[in-house]
Nanobody
Framework: QVQLVESGGGLVQAGGSLRLSCAASGRTFSNYAMGWFRQAPGKEREFVAA????????SYADSVKGRFTISRVNAKNTVYLQMNSLKPEDTAVYYC??????????????????WGQGTQVTVSS
């Protein structure tokens, strides 16, 4: 198991930016692809972005493509989500997750074995 702790959430106006961080501990961080998910009230948890163990491969949900960027620094056991041009519909609890493999063979939540506790992002209009 990998332990994950998110930070960086908060309240921002539409059009603004936030950077989320996820610090990992436990098993070797670089063994795992990583991902970000979000869940808005009354909605299912949805995939946002993912990155392979080396950072060479990334994938994004269509709703955030071109606005969000996922990155990682293995030496710091940390994965980031830079969120720009935020919209009110981006409001959700954002979760960091460790994939079950070094590469992202699926973006379904079942492909991720460890989860953080979540951080709230609220975008006001």
């Amino acid at each position: 198991q990998v332990q994950l702790v998110e930070s960086g959430g908060g309240l921002v106006q539409a059009g603004g930016s936030l950077r989320l961080s996820c610090a990992a501990s436990g098993r070797t961080f670089s063994n795992y692809a990583m991902g970000w998910f979000r869940q808005a009230p009354g909605k299912e948890r949805e995939f946002v972005a993912a990155i392979s163990w080396s950072g060479s491969s990334t994938s994004y949900a269509d709703s955030v493509k071109g606005r969000f960027t996922i990155s990682r620094v293995n030496a710091k056991n940390t994965v980031y989500l830079q969120m720009n041009s935020l919209k009110p519909e981006d409001t959700a609890v954002y979760y960091c997750a460790a994939h079950r493999a070094p590469v992202v063979y699926t973006t379904a939540p079942s492909g991720f074995g460890s989860w953080g506790q979540g951080t709230q992002v609220t975008v006001s209009s």
